[in-house]
């Protein structure tokens, strides 16, 4: 496996008539990642991996600065992972002086977690595209954990004409339905038992659905079903076109997505079902 710390050295990984998959991560890896990883090598001769911890996504009083960093057990894992090519870039190598190549999210970075994290999407955004450009991956693949996250990367791509497929990978989860995060470490051992619920309640409401329900009122009803079971905040719970995360009515043939975003102390905790 070959560790690349500088953006000038990865600029010779590409080679000629072989195809890069690319996985753009935080660090902290638990099996959510390898199953990105395990996916990437399906669609290409060499897998990449960045571990970048964004500054740009972060905003003031935002967990940046405590946000767990792991490098030595991550290497360990990628290593058993059989992957090709690691990237850990410093600061200056993804955002060098003079840097200007920001990309501005449209109305899809609004919404959700950008309505709570107003710079939160451009970041990301801006992020992925100087990687790849350093990289110039034909795949990359993403969580639908960051359901949200995906849709606005595939809308990058196509607003660009990137030669670029995303891919989609599903949600990994615990035994008790808790997606996996790299967050979910920061939970007191109270806050763990709390945190499956999350999941319990997007369940509730699928199944809810079936029964027709009224939107806003199952909506209201879950968020109050969210609070009782311990969570101190619930920044949304929406139901949404899967495909434009637009409003969505059951007359609709279009699939639905649940999404919610809820906190436990200073653990913010997202989540997301298909119906
Ligand atoms: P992060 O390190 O949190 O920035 O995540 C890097 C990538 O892993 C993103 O595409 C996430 O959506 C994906 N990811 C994180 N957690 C999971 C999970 N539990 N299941 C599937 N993908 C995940």
């Given at each position: 496996?070959?560790?690349?710390r500088q953006a000038a050295?990865?600029s010779?990984?590409k080679?000629?008539?072989t195809?890069?998959?690319?996985v753009?991560?935080?660090?902290?890896?638990?099996?959510?990642h390898l199953?990105l990883?395990?996916?990437?090598?399906?669609h290409a001769?060499?897998?990449v991996v960045?571990?970048f911890?964004n500054?740009k996504?972060f905003?003031?009083?935002?967990?940046f600065?405590?946000?767990?960093r792991?490098?030595?057990?991550?290497?360990?894992?990628?290593?058993?992972?059989?992957v090709?090519?690691?990237?850990?870039?410093t600061?200056a190598?993804i955002?060098?002086d003079?840097?200007?190549?920001?990309?501005s999210?449209?109305?899809?970075g609004?919404?959700?977690?950008?309505?709570?994290?107003?710079h939160?999407?451009d970041?990301v955004?801006?992020?992925?595209?100087a990687?790849?450009?350093?990289?110039?991956?034909?795949?990359?693949?993403f969580?639908?954990k960051?359901y949200?996250?995906?849709?606005?990367?595939?809308?990058?791509?196509a607003?660009?004409s990137?030669?670029?497929?995303?891919?989609?990978?599903?949600?990994i989860?615990?035994?008790?339905?808790?997606?996996?995060?790299?967050r979910?470490?920061?939970?007191?051992?109270?806050q763990?038992k709390i945190?499956?619920?999350?999941?319990?309640?997007?369940?509730w409401v699928?199944?809810?659905?079936?029964?027709?329900?009224d939107?806003?009122?199952l909506q209201?009803e879950?968020v109050?079903?969210?609070?009782?079971?311990?969570f101190?905040?619930?920044?949304?719970l929406?139901i949404?076109?899967?495909?434009?995360?637009?409003p969505?009515?059951s007359?609709?043939?279009?699939?639905?997505?649940i999404l919610?975003?809820?906190r436990l102390?200073?653990?913010?905790?997202?989540?997301?079902?298909e119906?």
């Amino acid at each position: 496996m070959q560790v690349i710390r500088q953006a000038a050295e990865m600029s010779h990984v590409k080679k000629e008539g072989t195809t890069l998959a690319f996985v753009p991560t935080m660090g902290v890896l638990h099996p959510g990642h390898l199953s990105l990883i395990e996916k990437a090598k399906h669609h290409a001769d060499q897998v990449v991996v960045s571990i970048f911890v964004n500054p740009k996504q972060f905003a003031a009083g935002e967990d940046f600065a405590i946000y767990p960093r792991t490098e030595a057990a991550d290497l360990a894992l990628l290593e058993e992972c059989k992957v090709d090519v690691v990237y850990l870039p410093t600061e200056a190598d993804i955002y060098p002086d003079g840097f200007d190549a920001y990309y501005s999210t449209g109305a899809l970075g609004q919404i959700l977690e950008g309505k709570v994290r107003p710079h939160f999407f451009d970041g990301v955004a801006t992020v992925v595209l100087a990687l790849c450009r350093q990289i110039r991956p034909d795949v990359a693949v993403f969580g639908e954990k960051d359901y949200q996250q995906l849709l606005i990367i595939r809308e990058m791509v196509a607003a660009l004409s990137l030669p670029l497929d995303i891919i989609a990978a599903p949600i990994i989860r615990e035994e008790d339905g808790l997606a996996m995060s790299s967050r979910n470490r920061r939970l007191s051992p109270q806050q763990r038992k709390i945190a499956p619920q999350l999941y319990q309640i997007l369940h509730w409401v699928r199944e809810e659905l079936q029964q027709n329900r009224d939107i806003k009122n199952l909506q209201e009803e879950a968020v109050k079903r969210l609070l009782e079971a311990g969570f101190e905040t619930v920044d949304y719970l929406e139901i949404l076109c899967s495909n434009t995360l637009k409003p969505w009515v059951s007359a609709h043939s279009e699939s639905a997505r649940i999404l919610a975003a809820a906190r436990l102390g200073d653990v913010r905790l997202i989540d997301n079902l298909e119906w």
